[in-house]
């Protein structure tokens, strides 16, 4: 059995998941762009080359950890310095993709969220 993976788009729907997920070992959360219903892919290039490394990697997370995908919103959106995932204490995000440990200072940012190492390193147990 894998990771319970979880969907969400803003702080108000993350911070609610969270609370909901408070019993899991672990969460872990992947911020990313919007996706464009153009394209059927997120408008953020970065976003698009971690997703399948993420992916492939979700699969070396424990059984009672939560994985949640947490959508920052269109690229204006993002783009906005008082984005409340860029001002937010618990967030303070500075580039997507961002795929963060949850409640330690561990995190992946941008090129390292399509480094199938990295990932997989985040998500082993320790």
Avoid at 43 to 72: G, H, L, S
Wanted: contains cysteine; glycine residues 4%.
């Amino acid at each position: 059995m894998s990771a319970k993976q979880l969907a969400c788009e803003g702080t108000e729907e993350l911070f609610a998941l969270i609370g909901e997920n408070s019993h899991a070992s672990r969460i872990f959360v992947l911020f990313t762009g919007q996706e464009d219903p153009a394209t059927g892919k997120s408008w953020c290039p970065d976003c698009v080359r971690a997703d399948p490394v993420i992916e492939k990697c979700i699969t070396k997370m424990n059984q009672d950890d939560v994985f949640i995908y947490c959508v920052v919103g269109d690229r204006p959106t993002w783009k906005d310095p008082l984005s409340p995932f860029r001002t937010d204490p618990k967030l303070l995000l500075k580039a997507i993709p961002t795929l963060v440990k949850w409640n330690t200072h561990e995190r992946l940012v941008e090129d390292q969220c399509a480094n199938e190492e990295l990932v997989s390193m985040l998500f082993e147990d320790n």
